[in-house]
């Protein structure tokens, strides 16, 4: 057993709350469960040594601050590595919505219930997570509740911190709501974060994950979507690779009629790694989802992706897509992709594709010969390639705002 998760075990196992019940089981599976390594598939392109020889400490006097989206009018719920600040938070709520801390569960009925329920068993870090997340926030939307601001969920991490931070949310039937997840730091620092969504019947979810740490910070997490009937989501994620990034995305149709769609941009340089699970559980007939994958990686960095469809015995009259696509602009870059359909029903209709391409250098020739410079040309073709999937996010406001960050990492990017 890994050094550093013996320490975990044995701080967890000093936990004692609402959640003993349900930690106490994730606890037995984590003692079961080996130290994931290259011959383990789910992590077989993703080295996660960099936990055991990092030094982690107590937060230092720096405080970081939590990054505003210029124009967004939003519900802010702010967490710095893992404690959540009241004070740069929002504390009036809008009718219909309902939100506490993690630690106020015990008064909810719902919560325990919800716990563990949508996320499933597999993930190792998902584990430690059960077992450690003391701090997070309960989202509850009333049902047939218009939540008009979306509810951002802002965490920001210091040099040294260790943090893991949990987010149960629960949408109403017939209830609508935007949930942004919003993770920020350069530096050394590792955090798990997981968030379980359970949609109800006809309810609507928008939801953006905004995976942004990058450089030296270790993060690991995923959110987790249960669909019942008639409901719809759209995500989109946004990640921005670091020492060790890793999302997971696991959609549950758990109703007839439910429609999905996931939208993935991800940016990575210099020696950065993400790594991007996604999952789509079809377990009853008539469903819809749809999965768009855009990458780009340059100079040493590595990009992985492992995207499954599973549509169960029973599930007739499903349509899924999975669509990967991904622009090396370096030979030194390296992209490891398996996309996986897993189909025991005869009436559906599957697709999957994969593409990895380079910058066309005769469209950058003709940038250039038209007056544009090479640094410009390569920001015009980067953009060109992912800007798609910034249009069809229902924010606005959220798109404006990522739209000069992604075009000032392009610039930084080098085509070699």
Partial sequence: ????????????????????????????QLKNTPWPNRKTEAWRYTPINVIERARFSAANDTVVQATAIENLDSIDLVFI????????????????????????GGSCDWALDSFKKTK???????????????????IDVAA????????RIVQSFNPGSQSHTRILVRIGAGAKACVVEQLQGDKL?????????????????????????????????????????SAQLTSNLIGFGSQLSRVDMDIIHAGENATSKLNVIYLLDGRELFDLHSSFEHTVPHGTSDQNIRCIVADHANAI???????????QKILASMNNRNLLM???????TKPELEIYADDVRCAHGVTIAEIDEEAMF??????????????????????????????IAIADWLRPQLRQRFANMEIR
């Fill in 144 to 151: 047939d509740a218009k939540i008009e601001k979306p509810i």
């Fill in 1 to 28: 057993m890994s050094s550093w998760l013996a320490n975990t075990i044995s701080e967890a196992e000093q936990v004692q709350d609402w959640l003993s019940p349900k930690r106490a089981e994730s606890l037995a």
């Fill in 81 to 104: 590595d893992g404690v959540f600040d009241a004070q740069a938070s929002t504390i009036d709520f809008p009718e219909g919505l309902c939100i506490s801390q993690l630690s106020e």
């Fill in 189 to 229: 620092c590792f955090n798990t974060s997981f968030a379980e969504y359970d949609i109800g019947e006809s309810a609507t979810l928008e939801h953006y994950r905004l995976a942004m740490q990058c450089q030296a910070a270790i993060s690991i997490g995923g959110s987790h979507f249960s669909l019942a009937e």
């Fill in 366 to 395: 003709y940038l250039q010969s038209r007056g544009v410079s090479r640094p410009d040309a390569q920001v015009m073709l980067s953009f060109g390639f992912i800007n798609e999937l910034v249009d069809q996010m229902p924010n």
């Fill in 305 to 315: 992706f492992n995207g499954r469809i599973h549509i169960h015995r029973d599930a």
């Fill in 330 to 336: 370096s030979d030194d870059a390296q992209v490891n």
């Fill in 120 to 138: 499933p068993n597999k993930h190792f870090f998902g584990l430690i997570n059960d077992a450690l997340a003391t701090s997070g926030v309960l």
